[in-house]
């Protein structure tokens, strides 16, 4: 399988890591790298020694032949790459935001009802162990009605990103659409559609730019609350945490805690749950540091398309309804 990959920056780096990783066991090969930093082609080089390097993610489309694509890109340039590499016909692994607006959201649907090659979009949180737990907790009743739930995933400023491209809200669709759509995805994928979306709080930076978001979401029994933040302080350490109280019993995820176990009460007696995952430790310029749900995610989809893992990937339209909930959170705070 003759795969190019398109941006080596921090999100970048890590797939392509687990790229490696797969490549150790699977006829699979990087054959072409694109960034338009030579730091960053250099470090991609030593991973895959033997790849062409490009400038340019279309260019290296439009000249290379390929199996399959791997766009890690700025959010910006998911859905120009996209477009391209539908239009190469190509197997399609794309980092979230898919893309930033509704317009985009459309055409790609619609370039998509004749698209016969697998699309994976990189929700990753749908891998997490931890919140894998969460799911099988709801699914099996096994304590029983889940009656509250919320979800946290806090930073600091985002210091990192090729030209400063987080704090344009052009081009990340800020907090929303880059920190607070792994949550609102993640409650789709465990509850469905939620019948309504409110914000309940904002603030923003000094450009304008919203950087704490706390939303509320309405289900038939149940009310999901989900906080994101880019805070002020790039000091202040990455979270990602959920709470879930059910019937007979009380759940808590605090990766700021403990990263390992999850907090589960019950019957008078708290305990510690260790949930199995794969942990490969990295160097990473951003919060990333093991490839665990990473290798999982990017290893299912190359199982997939090697015909070893028939569970489906995240799809475009799937991933695309996040994308619109996500938008539709940015306007009510543009109109507030």
């Not at 893309?99 to 749908?126: A, F, W």
């Not at 099996?140 to 090729?162: A, H, I, N, P, Q």
């Not at 052009?170 to 409650?187: A, N, R, T, Y």
């Not at 190359?302 to 996500?326: C, F, N, T």
């Amino acid at each position: 399988m003759r795969i190019g990959f398109i941006g080596v920056g921090g999100m970048g780096y890590t797939h392509l890591l687990c790229l490696q990783e797969i490549a150790r066991k699977e006829d699979i090969s990087v054959s072409a790298i694109a960034d338009k930093r030579k730091e960053r082609q250099e470090m991609a080089e030593k991973i895959f020694p033997r790849s062409k390097i490009y400038t340019d993610g279309i260019e290296l489309l439009e000249q290379e032949d390929l199996d399959t694509v791997f766009i890690i890109a700025p959010s910006y340039e998911h859905f120009p790459i996209m477009k391209k590499a539908m239009e190469k016909n190509l197997s399609i692994f794309c980092e979230k935001p898919v893309c930033l607006s509704p317009k985009d959201c459309d055409e790609l649907l619609e370039m998509e009802k004749d698209y016969t090659k697998p699309i994976c979009i990189g929700q990753v949180v749908r891998h997490m162990p931890e919140f894998l737990f969460l799911k099988e907790c709801i699914n099996s009743l096994k304590y029983g009605k889940l009656l509250d739930l919320s979800f946290e995933r806090l930073s600091g400023d985002v210091g990192w990103g090729y030209e400063d491209w987080f704090h344009d809200e052009k081009k990340s669709g800020g907090v929303i659409l880059d920190l607070h759509i792994h949550d609102l995805d993640f409650m789709r994928f465990v509850l469905g559609e939620p019948t309504d979306t409110k914000v309940l709080h904002f603030s923003k930076f000094e450009s304008g730019m919203v950087n704490h978001i706390l939303t509320k979401s309405k289900y038939p029994d149940l009310e999901v609350l989900c906080e994101a933040s880019w805070y002020h302080s790039d000091s202040y350490p990455f979270q990602a945490n959920y709470r879930a109280d059910f019937e007979k019993a009380t759940i808590q995820y605090n990766s700021a805690i403990d990263k390992e176990h999850i907090f589960l009460c019950t019957d008078g007696k708290m305990e510690k749950v260790k949930v199995n995952g794969e942990k490969i430790d990295i160097q990473s310029e951003i919060n990333i540091k093991s490839l665990g749900a990473y290798l999982i995610e990017d290893r299912k989809f190359i199982y997939y398309l090697l015909g070893k893992d028939l569970e489906k990937p995240v799809s475009l339209k799937d991933a695309i309804e996040s994308v619109r909930l996500g938008e539709k959170i940015l306007v009510e705070t543009k109109q507030s």
